[in-house]
C-alpha cells in the first residue's frame, strides 16, 4: 500500500511555544491530506481537511488560527500548533488520500504530543 | 461528520477462535474501510469495500458491504495473538472524501 510518513513520532514541548508536525506521502501525490486527533480510548476525530494550494477546511470547533495548516506542495502538508497549552496534549494522526488508489486514505504513525 | 455505531466495544478471545465485528450507519456510504490500530500508531488499512453486497478477503479477514449500504462486518478467523488491537471501520461518503469512523473494537487474544 502506499506509504505516509509524519514526523516527528512524538514531541515534549514548553507552554507557550509552537509545534510544527510533517505528513509527507513518499510514494504517491496527494491533493488531499486530512489531521485527526485522538485522545486515550477513543477515535479519531477529525480536524480539518488540507487541500494543495488552497486553504485547509476546519470542522466545527477547531480554531483555524491555533491550528495552523499548510499544504505547499503534493506530497506534503504541515499542521503547527500555535501556542501550544497542556490541553492541546494529544495523539495526532495525518492521512493522505490516494487518488490513484480509488481514493483510500493512508495514515502516518502518529505523533505523540505533550505539552508541559 | 456522523459516528459510526460499531460493536462490540471489546472481545477478549482465544487463540483460534474466530472475531466477528459490525459496523451501521445512518446514511449510505460508497465506500467501507476497516483499518487496524496497535497502541501508539497510526490506523493501517485491512480492507477496502466498494460495492454494495461486495464481500473481500484479506488472508484470515473477511469483510462485506452491506446491501442496504448501511452497515458492514469484518471476521477474522483462527485468531492469533497478533491480531490484538484496535479494529475501526469507516465510510466514505461523497463529500469531499472525509471518513467517518466508528469508536472501535478492541480485541485481546490470549495465547
Known amino acids: 500500500g502506499a506509504v505516509v510518513s509524519q514526523h516527528p513520532s512524538w514531541v515534549i514541548c514548553k507552554s507557550g511555544t509552537s509545534v510544527k508536525i510533517e505528513c509527507r506521502s513518499l510514494?504517491?501525490?496527494?491533493?488531499?491530506m486530512f489531521w485527526y486527533r485522538q485522545f486515550p480510548k477513543q477515535s479519531l476525530m477529525l480536524m480539518a481537511t488540507?487541500?494543495?494550494?488552497?486553504?485547509?477546511?476546519?470542522e466545527q470547533g477547531v480554531e483555524k488560527d491555533k491550528f495552523l495548516i499548510n499544504h505547499a506542495s503534493l506530497t506534503l502538508s504541515t499542521l503547527t500548533v500555535t501556542s501550544a497549552h497542556p490541553e492541546d496534549s494529544s495523539f495526532y494522526i495525518c492521512?493522505?488520500?490516494?487518488?490513484?488508489?480509488?481514493?483510500?486514505?493512508?495514515f502516518g504513525a502518529g505523533t505523540r504530543l505533550s505539552v508541559l | 461528520g456522523q459516528q459510526l455505531n460499531q460493536s462490540p466495544q471489546s472481545m477478549f478471545i482465544q487463540e483460534g477462535e474466530d472475531v466477528s465485528m459490525n459496523c451501521t450507519s445512518s446514511?449510505?456510504?460508497?465506500?467501507w474501510l476497516w483499518y487496524k490500530q496497535d497502541p501508539g500508531e497510526g490506523p493501517v488499512l485491512l480492507i477496502a469495500?466498494?460495492?454494495?453486497?461486495e464481500l473481500t478477503s484479506n488472508g484470515r479477514l473477511t469483510a462485506q458491504f452491506g446491501i442496504t449500504r448501511k452497515d458492514s462486518f469484518l471476521n477474522i478467523s483462527a485468531s492469533i495473538p497478533s491480531d490484538v488491537g484496535i479494529y475501526f471501520c469507516?465510510?466514505?461518503?461523497?463529500?469531499?472524501?472525509?471518513?467517518?469512523f466508528g469508536k472501535g473494537t478492541s480485541l485481546l487474544v490470549t495465547p
Open positions: 492521512s493522505a488520500r490516494a487518488p490513484l488508489a480509488k481514493n483510500i486514505q493512508y
Open positions: 510514494d504517491f501525490q496527494a491533493t488531499t
Open positions: 488540507s487541500n494543495e494550494g488552497s486553504k485547509a477546511t476546519y
Open positions: 446514511s449510505i456510504f460508497n465506500t
Open positions: 469495500l466498494y460495492k454494495a453486497g
Open positions: 469507516a465510510g466514505q461518503g461523497n463529500s469531499g472524501y472525509a471518513l467517518n
